[in-house]
């Protein structure tokens, strides 16, 4: 294993632990305020208006989870398990994007040299 990527496996794993100990210790502290588009309501006075969403009864509504009684663990339940998701979705992205780019990468070469026959290289 070369020196690099020993580093950037470092990095990763140091960024992960970072990341899962702020979704955890700082979900606790997030906001119970109103965002922005349900302040506008409640002050204009079409908040009674309002349907809930489709996701409201599920497991991790609210930034808690449905069945812990700990307010500081739901949260950082809730916290780990939005870090898990984003990090996945975006991973997952990266990764297919990545390969595309190599994909055509390797296309442009081909292109560029023309077909790689068994004698040609």
Known sequence: MSGGARSN??????????SVLVA????YFASSHP???EFVAEETGFLDRAEDSPTAASPLADYTTEGVDNAWAS??????AGLALTLGLGGGLFWVLRRKGEDDAADADEDADGPVTAGSR
């Open 9 to 18: 496996r470092r990095f990763f794993a140091a960024f992960l632990l970072v």
């Open 24 to 27: 955890a210790g700082l979900s």
């Open 35 to 37: 965002d922005g588009l």
């Open 75 to 80: 949260g950082a339940i809730a916290g780990v």
